[in-house]
């Protein structure tokens, strides 16, 4: 008897869990808790974690809008045959945001699942989940020097470093480059990013 009720007990909490992370992907892929709708209010102090988290935060707000509104014709398009499609170059900065949000983590780079079956939607919001997640570890450093946020790549006792001035310059300049790619295609494709977006004030304008 006491062993049915652990095992209807223990059943219960498994599907209620299940039940809240469905429900909380669902809400993300809805754009109900995304982030960077709107650039955050910028920090009272600065120090090379702030200013960091600064570009991520303003690379965030213009992922955000960037992929706003995107339709599948928007996805699919490239501007010729040798060139990324738009969904491509959003798999691209995807990757790049794990490498970003990696480092800020003081995580190294490890080959991890496939995520080819995750929606458009899905991995929009991985990747701005992981934009803001850098960009918080990163505030939260405080004053302190940044060197420890490096770019590590590997697995087991193999690993190959690069200091922090590579995750600027690789990365975070990297994956602002393509989204402004992204930009670019979605006007091609007839469905221009939206006019009303400010990224010198970080919101929409009236």
């Known amino acids: 008897m006491k062993h049915g009720f652990a095992l209807f007990v223990f059943s219960f909490f498994t599907m209620a869990q299940a039940a809240a992370q469905n429900n909380n992907l669902e809400k993300a892929t809805s754009g109900e808790e995304l982030p960077y709708y709107q650039i955050p209010s910028y920090p009272e102090t600065y120090t090379p ?12 707000f213009r992922y955000y809008w960037a992929t706003e509104g995107l339709r599948e014709e928007d ?6 045959a040798q060139a990324r499609s738009s969904m491509e170059t959003l798999d691209h ?3 790049l945001s794990k490498v970003i949000v990696n ?8 080959p991890g699942p496939d995520e080819k079956h995750l929606t458009f939607e899905q991995k929009r919001a991985k990747t701005l989940q992981n934009f ?22 590997g697995s087991g006792e193999k690993t190959t470093e690069f200091p922090f001035w590579n995750l600027i ?23 221009p990013f939206n006019s009303k977006v400010s990224v010198f004030h970080g919101k929409l304008t009236e």
């Open 132 to 153: 803001k997640r850098a960009s918080d570890l990163l505030k939260a450093h405080g004053g302190h020097e940044v060197e420890d946020f490096k770019i590590v790549y």
């Open 93 to 95: 900065i995807h990757g």
């Open 103 to 110: 480092a800020s983590d003081q995580k190294t780079n490890e």
């Open 49 to 60: 974690g702030t200013v960091a988290a600064r570009m991520i935060d303003a690379l965030g």
């Open 169 to 191: 310059n690789g990365p975070i300049a990297d994956a602002i480059w393509h989204v402004g790619q992204v930009v670019s295609f979605r006007r091609s494709s007839g469905n």
């Open 75 to 80: 996805l699919k398009f490239r501007p010729n």
